[in-house]
């Protein structure tokens, strides 16, 4: 899944944590160039694209699963969702 999500502090962006992972403006910015992995159980994000200024912007992602998931199995799962 490719997608993205913005990031913004009045004060300047100074750090963004994702997934327990803290990263500097500079990693932010250089994510076209350098791509940051976040491994987690269900899956593996990749930042790996941000447009924007030292104030707000935007960074780009692609999510992939590493399996299944079983959510008819899950509490509150009915055949249109959760509830």
Do not use: C, H, R, W
């Not at 963004?16 to 269900?42: K, M, N, R």
């Not at 941000?50 to 999510?63: C, L």
């Amino acid at each position: 899944v490719d997608g993205s999500f913005t990031i913004e502090a009045t004060d300047g962006i100074a750090t963004v944590t994702v997934g327990g992972q803290s990263f500097t403006l500079a990693q932010i910015q250089a994510l076209a160039a350098t791509p940051q992995t976040i491994d987690t159980v269900e899956g593996t994000l990749v930042l790996n694209g941000y447009s924007g200024n030292t104030f707000s912007g935007t960074v780009s992602y692609t999510y992939t699963l590493k399996a299944t998931i079983d959510n008819d199995s899950k509490p509150g799962a009915t055949d249109t969702g959760f509830g």
